[in-house]
């Protein structure tokens, strides 16, 4: 199997690529060759196999990113959602046209790739009283969403003129971002972890009792991995799933902190941000994944688990590249 990852420098990405690499496809398919695609060459991860590091715009794609035979394209590079607000036209040109650079690239190939596609909770909107059904409308509340939304029905198109074979997972808030704070308006529900565990300081721009829909790394790697492998038949029209992930709320994160790091929590203090407040207030803070649950996408862990899992799987690096020890 020849496998693609665009956005392979990101954070998902790296770890999905460490993941390839390391445990090879769920379902016991070899691969045969790994591209990694991004801004600047990814990084490569020892693997059993050759890894090409291809770096590149996506608006304007190398064939070299998605080369002939290429089995499963994994399209995860995107403008986030504080970046996308603010700047519209980098936004649309790599959300939008991006992706319609790669479904010209999958056009051009002998036979239609796998493509699994990272949509997000921001494609929807109703706030914190919110519980989303697979058939709520996406009613995106910022420029990001609407372009994930959009990306979403052009690729579901795609599909079905049978040019590539899409999955797309409308993926929760990613806890625990390692590294430094990011543009995602939805940075500060990882460093509310995060930063604490590096003995820092920390705001927070929104009430304790706020909620969020939040996944793990591990487990939203997990999820790209059977989306790459599914059976695509049961999906239909419809090519985009909700997976399980979790409902909780600012107090119930920090709670768990402490239970990991007793004390850690009063390093966070709060301090409204209305700019932040106005763009997560608008996500969903809850849905109902029923059809994720019926194709067999992974049930979520508890919060002391993503805890526990940053510290072994990020904290000593994110010490690291933040000078920290
Ligand atoms: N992390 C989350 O909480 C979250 C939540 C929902 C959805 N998602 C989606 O999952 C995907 C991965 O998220 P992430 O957190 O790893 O994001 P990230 O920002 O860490 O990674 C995205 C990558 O895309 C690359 N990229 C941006 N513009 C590019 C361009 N013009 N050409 C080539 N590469 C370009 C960036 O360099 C970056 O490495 C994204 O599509 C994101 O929208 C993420």
């Known amino acids: 199997m020849r496998v693609t990852i665009l956005g392979a420098g990101g954070f998902l990405g790296q770890k999905l690529a460490k993941r390839l690499a390391r445990e ?14 991004d801004l600047a060459a990814p990084a490569v991860p020892a693997a059993g196999f050759p890894v090409h590091p291809v770096a590149g715009d996506l608006a304007d794609l190398p064939a070299s990113a998605i080369p002939e035979g290429c089995d499963i394209v994994f399209h995860l590079a995107a403008v986030v959602s504080a970046a996308a607000e603010a700047d519209y036209e980098l936004g649309r040109r790599v959300n939008s046209r991006g992706t319609d ?22 494609s929807f909107s109703g706030g914190q009283s919110a ?15 609407a372009q994930k939304a959009a990306a979403e029905l052009i690729l579901a198109d795609a599909s079905r003129r049978g040019f590539l074979d899409a999955v797309t997972l409308r993926l929760p808030t990613i806890v625990v971002r390692p590294g430094r ?14 930063e604490p565990l590096l003995g820092l300081e920390t705001t927070l721009p929104v009430p304790r009792d706020f909620a969020v829909w939040v996944a793990s790394p591990r ?4 999820w790209l991995l059977q989306a790459a492998v599914i059976d695509g038949t049961p999906l239909g029209l419809d090519r985009s799933v909700t997976p399980p992930g979790l409902s909780v709320t600012v107090g119930e994160m920090l709670a768990a902190l402490d239970a990991v790091s ?3 929590s009063a390093l966070v203090r709060a301090a409204a941000d209305a700019v932040v407040a106005g763009i997560v207030g608008a996500w969903p803070a809850s849905f109902v994944p029923t059809r994720g649950r019926a194709l067999g996408f992974a049930a979520h862990e508890g919060l002391e688990e993503v805890v526990r899992a940053f510290v072994a799987d990020d904290l000593e ?9």
Do not use: M, W
Not at 24 to 37: E, H, K, Q, S, W
Not at 219 to 222: K, N, P
């Open 131 to 145: 519980r989303l059904e697979d058939d709520a409308r996406q009613v995106p509340a910022n420029s990001y969403g």
């Open 24 to 37: 090879g496809l769920p379902d016991g398919r070899r691969i045969t060759a790994l591209t990694l695609f």
């Open 219 to 222: 487990r939203a790697v997990d």
């Open 262 to 264: 007793p004390g850690a």
């Open 181 to 194: 704070p990011n543009k995602a308006a939805s940075s500060f529900v990882s460093a509310i972890i995060r």
């Open 101 to 122: 650079a790669v479904i010209d690239a999958c056009r051009k190939l002998a036979r239609p790739p796998r493509l699994v596609f990272t949509s997000s909770v921001a």
């Open 317 to 325: 690096a994110t010490r690291r590249e933040r000078g920290h020890g």
